[in-house]
């Protein structure tokens, strides 16, 4: 064995000074137990001795998290840390086959529990995170952003769990953070309730303050994040009816004032027969035209047809029955309740000629520049705010529709107790589903009547106008439909 010397060697490499230890373990083979906290601070160049047995590497301890080396934390044996593992650890998926029903609820609402309070105490980590400037051991911004790259969690889902941290351990320490504690109140409930907390008016008391803390919390038990929410808008009015009432009209009149002023609405045609559009409107305006919708939508209670063929598909998708709908409602705008544009009431005109009208193919103009088929023309001049210029061989006006040929409410009311619905043989859509059709079109001199109309549903009154159907009045009075071959 080599000793080692403290005064430097011939290649001019300066020792430090040894410790008195180790020339007695050189010498002996022992290796004394002030060795084992002071050796990892003694650099050896390589070859210096001769080892008796090879080095081995130290295991590290506690959790590796990428940018943050082993001991950044400090004692890796927190007692938190060390419950937070060894929860984790009793978690299993093992045994699940033979749980009972009893004890699927009970485990349900245990891991709901469970999963509360983890998420409470994920976010007093973060706020405590924060003020130990964890995020600089690998150069993010904030705690929330080194949370959120270490864990693969959203970034969105982070900064919510700080934002209720801060709250717990500061401003809504008395209630909330308790219950949050004991799993009492979820994630999403918290962050409603501190957002809740955080409008009310900086001038309230710390008692009012307090005692609207309590309440949502009391009122977390029974009620989701989204019915909290509502509470929350409200929560002054409970506990403080007299001063509740102003600040909830303040906060109402500012919410309106701001969505008249961010108030949008764009149009686009892509020149395929298709326009795309997408607005911005205050909660009143969106619950009208809600209103509206719904009852052109029909909804799936109210769809009485026995054909499955004949329903609204249970997987339809609620923008599709929208859509159709606002279709409608446009279809059914009344000219006279809208305002005059350059002298002539809000009307789309649609220009063709006499062929066309009576059972030509020959596209059909609008006055806004845009063309349509002819079965589309027909159909919309039954009863929808269209009114047809029929033109001659010398493109003369031969007749400016009549807005006469609208059937009256009275005459669906009669309509609907006669038919009983769509006319159509097979389908069983109900009169609230239909639009009153002309027997003997309107365009051939037909009359605006009970005797000489229908009621059609929106998909046979589109193919009774299209060429490629053959139409059938039976003794019964239903209409029959038969596809050209």
């Not at 270490?150 to 500061?170: E, N």
């Not at 303040?250 to 607005?279: I, N, Y």
């Not at 619905?421 to 002309?438: F, I, K, W, Y």
Request: proline share 5%.
């Amino acid at each position: 064995m080599t000793g080692v010397s403290s005064s430097g060697d011939a290649g001019g490499w300066d020792e430090p000074p040894a410790p008195d230890w180790l020339e007695h373990a050189f010498a002996t083979g022992e290796w004394p137990v002030e060795a084992d906290i002071s050796y990892a601070t003694v650099f050896v160049p390589p070859g210096r001795y001769d080892a008796g047995q090879p080095v081995e590497d130290v295991e590290p301890v506690g959790w590796v998290v990428p940018g943050v080396p082993v001991d950044a934390g400090g004692d890796v044996a927190h007692p938190v840390v060390a419950g937070v593992g060894a929860a984790s650890e009793a978690l299993t998926f093992d045994g699940l086959d033979w749980m009972s029903a009893a004890d699927a609820g009970a485990g349900l609402v245990a891991v709901q529990r469970l999963v509360a309070r983890a998420s409470a105490l994920a976010a007093v980590l973060l706020s405590r995170a924060e003020e130990l400037e964890l995020y600089r051991e690998n150069g993010a911004s904030t705690a929330a952003v080194w949370w959120a790259n270490a864990t693969a969690l959203t970034r969105r889902d982070a900064y919510r769990s700080a934002r209720v941290g801060d709250a717990l351990v500061g401003r809504c320490g008395t209630h909330l953070a308790p219950a949050c504690e004991a799993g009492t109140v979820n994630s999403e409930q918290a962050d409603v309730i501190v957002k809740a907390l955080d409008v009310l008016p900086e001038d309230l008391s710390v008692e009012l303050r307090s005692q609207a803390e309590e309440t949502l919390v009391g009122f977390a038990a029974d009620h989701d994040a989204r019915a909290l929410r509502a509470i929350g808008k409200k929560i002054l009015t409970v506990v403080a009816p007299e001063v509740g009432e102003a600040h909830e009209a303040a906060l109402l009149e500012r919410e309106e004032r701001e969505a008249r002023a961010v108030s949008r609405l764009s149009m686009v045609s892509d020149g395929h027969g298709k326009v795309h559009g997408r607005f911005t409107l205050p909660e009143l305006h969106g619950a009208m035209l809600r209103k509206a919708l719904d009852a052109y939508a029909a909804p799936r209670h109210l769809n009485a047809a026995d054909d499955p063929d004949q329903r609204f598909r249970a997987d339809r998708p609620t923008p599709e029955r929208y859509g159709q709908a606002f279709q409608q409602l446009l279809e059914m705008l009344d000219q006279k309740d809208l305002p005059n544009a350059g002298g002539t009431g809000a009307t789309v005109v649609v220009t063709m000629t006499l062929e066309s009208l009576l059972g030509g193919l020959a596209s059909a103009s609008l006055d806004t520049g845009g063309t349509i088929s002819a079965a589309e023309a027909r159909r919309l001049a039954c009863e929808a705010g269209l009114v047809p210029a029929v033109l001659g061989i010398k493109s003369e006006v031969l007749d400016l529709g009549r807005t006469a040929r609208f059937h009256t409410k009275a005459m669906r009311t009669a309509m609907a107790v006669r038919d009983g619905g769509c006319v159509a043989e097979g389908c069983m859509r109900p009169p609230h589903q239909t639009h009153a059709h002309h027997l003997i079109a309107w365009s051939a001199g037909g009359h605006t009547n009970v005797k000489d109309a229908c009621l059609l549903c929106d998909q046979h009154h589109h193919q009774i106008h299209h060429p490629l159907y053959l139409v059938e009045r039976l003794g019964t009075g239903k209409l029959r439909f038969t596809r050209r071959e």
